[in-house]
């Protein structure tokens, strides 16, 4: 298993106005393609206007085709242009499961 950690910086005080866009398609299509997510958070203490998505995946090749699925999906397009410029910076890791037993 491993988890895209997506950290994104916003412009200040726009976290609401992309929650709202993301509200009307763009979190409909990543479920669509990529199921649920693990969690979705805002940043409240050290670097704000932080917004941190975490997707849980079988492989690295997994990712690979859901996430390719998802960039043809016309309503996550049209989220990625109403939103790309309220979005200041990004970040992805990819974090590996560790075996313990």
């Known amino acids: 298993m ?3 950690e997506r950290t994104y910086t916003l412009a200040t005080g726009k976290l609401g106005e992309l929650l709202s866009l993301y509200r009307q ?4 299509a990543q479920r669509r393609h990529l199921g649920e997510p693990l969690g979705i958070f805002s940043v409240e203490v ?5 917004w941190v998505h975490m ?3 079988q492989s690295v090749e ?3 085709q859901r996430r390719a699925r998802l960039a043809q999906d016309p309503q996550w397009q049209a ?3 109403a939103s790309a410029g309220l979005i200041v ?3 992805n890791r990819l974090l590996e499961g560790v075996e313990l037993g």
């Open 89 to 91: 910076h990004r970040r």
């Open 62 to 64: 997994d990712r690979a």
């Open 25 to 28: 398609g763009g979190y409909e």
């Open 55 to 57: 997707w849980r995946y």
């Open 46 to 50: 050290g670097e704000l206007d932080g």
């Open 79 to 81: 989220f990625t242009r």
């Open 2 to 4: 491993i988890v895209d």
